[in-house]
């Protein structure tokens, strides 16, 4: 949000810390998009083939978007 202020014309994705609790925080002050990673798909999920998990987190990511838009 500090950022965003005084560079209004400059669109922003936001990386690092991202989570399915806080995604939305980041798109309400302006972020354009996010960058996620090893909150859904963690080295040890991938290794033990546990691609379930790996779906269900990318699910609560897109649910919390989902909300998101239409609250708008």
Same mark, same amino acid.
Request: with cysteine; net charge negative.
């Given at each position: ?17 991202? $989570?399915? +609790?806080? %995604?939305? #925080? ?9 960058? @996620? ?12 083939? $546990?691609? +379930?998990? %790996?779906? #269900? ?9 989902? @909300? ?5």
């Amino acid at each position: 949000k500090d950022i965003k202020a005084p560079l209004s014309h400059i669109r922003f994705l936001a990386v690092g810390g991202i $989570n399915a +609790d806080n %995604i939305t #925080e980041y798109l309400s002050v302006g972020a354009c998009g996010v960058g @996620i990673g090893s909150d859904i798909a963690n080295k040890k999920l991938i290794e033990a083939n $546990n691609f +379930d998990v %790996i779906e #269900e987190n990318a699910r609560r990511y897109v649910k919390q978007i989902e @909300i998101f838009e239409s609250s708008k």
